[in-house]
């Protein structure tokens, strides 16, 4: 059984490039969740998706981040012209249903 | 909104005794009740959860207790081992509700040898 899968696990990009990050939620599992874990600290919510919608979105900053679930493939966390504030490790995790939530191995983001 | 507090921020403990860590949570909402473990550079592991319709969970050498009224709930690890070494998170959230985890903290457990 695999389990929550994250790619990449380190990303290192400048001021301004974009960052996608990918997770693909346990099979079978159609919820996502995506959080930010800053160095020391806990994580904190930012966004909630199910296939092809957005639930909850209400921990991810208004401007240059987006999140999406398509009906095929991994679910994409996508910040646009990063700052050195976005360095963070990002984590997903997947449930089968409004339940108990499985965390993947996290993207560490470094901006330079 | 929720709000998670967890103490102690870290924790030494020799290594056959026990380790406790506490958390308060301020929505009486709140129905679930995970804690999680996480090794440097890895993603947190769930190691047990407890729901609000009762009080006490065991699993082997881990506990937790959840005391509704108060709006606290424990992790108890018994018999500790070097392996228990970790960072915890305690989280609390609302079944089939608002569903997002709201984390603690974090505890660094380090058990001594």
């Known amino acids: 059984n695999a389990g929550v899968m994250q790619n990449p696990r380190h990303l290192v990009r400048r001021r301004g490039q974009e960052a996608r990050l990918r997770c693909s939620p346990v099979k079978g599992h159609s919820h996502v969740y995506w959080y930010r874990q800053l160095p020391e600290e806990g994580l904190k919510f930012m966004v909630y998706l199910q296939k092809e919608n957005i639930i909850d979105e209400s921990g991810m900053p208004k401007e240059r981040f987006s999140a999406e679930f398509p009906k095929e493939g991994p679910s994409i966390l996508r910040i646009q012209q990063v700052v050195r504030g976005d360095s963070a490790a990002y984590f997903c995790?997947?449930?089968?249903?409004?339940?108990?939530?499985?965390f993947g191995p996290g993207t560490r983001l470094t901006v330079l | 909104g929720e709000n998670v507090e967890q103490h102690p921020s870290t924790l030494s403990v020799q290594e056959g005794d026990s380790a406790v860590i506490k958390c308060t949570y301020s929505?009486?909402?709140?129905?679930?009740f995970p804690w999680y473990k996480q090794e440097l550079g890895k993603g947190p592991q769930l190691i047990i959860d407890?729901?609000?319709?009762?009080g006490e969970k065991k699993d082997q050498r881990i506990a937790v207790t959840l005391n509704k009224t108060a709006k606290h709930f424990s992790l108890h690890i018994t018999e500790t081992q070097p392996e228990d070494s970790a960072v915890y998170f305690c989280?609390?959230?609302?079944?089939?509700?608002?569903?997002?985890?709201?984390f603690g903290q974090g505890t660094r457990l380090t058990i001594n040898p």
């Open positions: 989280a609390a959230s609302i079944i089939q509700g608002a569903q997002k985890l709201v």
């Open positions: 929505d009486s909402a709140s129905n679930y």
């Open positions: 407890i729901r609000s319709n009762v």
């Open positions: 995790a997947s449930s089968p249903a409004r339940d108990t939530q499985y």
